[in-house]
């Protein structure tokens, strides 16, 4: 089990260094702007303006840019005691 952790460190850390924190800004803003699109198309009771738009997709991006790396160190810290 070790061995599965260390390798998944490495992974995690190459994927990391690989990609920048401007990328993944950009990715990020990208792909809340696409859901954002998909849900006001899918829903017609949905409905925004472009102000708003881009403001949710800031507050989105932000959120999730913070929680995944508080995310990932839980899931380092507490999975393999729950395995």
Do not use: C, K
Not at 27 to 40: D, G, Q, R, Y
Not at 48 to 57: E, L, R
């Amino acid at each position: 089990m070790d061995s599965l952790s260390a390798t998944l460190d490495a992974v995690l850390t190459d994927y990391a260094s690989r990609i920048g924190l401007t990328a993944r800004i950009g990715f990020a803003l990208a792909t809340n702007a696409i859901a954002l699109l998909i849900v006001a198309a899918i829903f017609e009771q949905v409905r925004i303006g472009w102000v708003t738009f881009i403001i949710a997709v800031v507050i989105f991006s932000v959120i999730s840019l913070i929680a995944t790396p508080v995310v990932t160190s839980l899931v380092r810290t507490y999975a393999i005691a729950l395995a």
